[in-house]
């Protein structure tokens, strides 16, 4: 059973930072994808960004050059910097997990959400 919590979400005016963390519990199957998805009101959940287990990285071409992915070296904390952040950034971000890979960064694939974590930018 995987557990996902996020934090560092909150208010910043446009052209500011966040850094998200996610702490992963639980044992991950060693064939797997985590990543940081986000929905604001009106809008279908979105994915912004995905590791494997083969270390490949993919990330959403709205926020390429100003987000990136990370981990910590032991693998258990993912890290979503965000730079350069606009107003269509703004939502509720999400870490989420599964078992096995495919096609990045589609929602309906992943199993495991954490609860989310509100990030709003202002113009």
């Known amino acids: 059973q995987v557990q996902l919590v996020e934090s560092g979400g909150g208010s910043v005016q446009a052209g500011g930072s966040l850094r998200l963390s996610c702490s992963v519990f639980?044992?991950?199957?060693?064939?797997?994808?985590m990543g940081w998805f986000r929905q604001s009101p009106g809008k279908e959940r979105e994915g912004v960004a995905e590791i494997n287990n083969l270390d490949t990285v993919t990330i959403a071409d709205s926020v390429a050059g100003r987000f990136t992915f990370s981990q910590n070296n032991a693998g258990n904390i993912l890290y979503l910097q965000m730079n350069k952040l606009k107003p269509e950034d703004t939502g509720t971000y999400y870490c989420a997990y599964r078992a096995g890979s495919g096609r990045p960064l589609v929602p309906s694939s992943y199993t495991n959400w954490g609860q989310g974590t509100q990030v709003t930018v202002s113009s």
């Open positions: 639980g044992f991950p199957s060693p064939y797997y994808s």
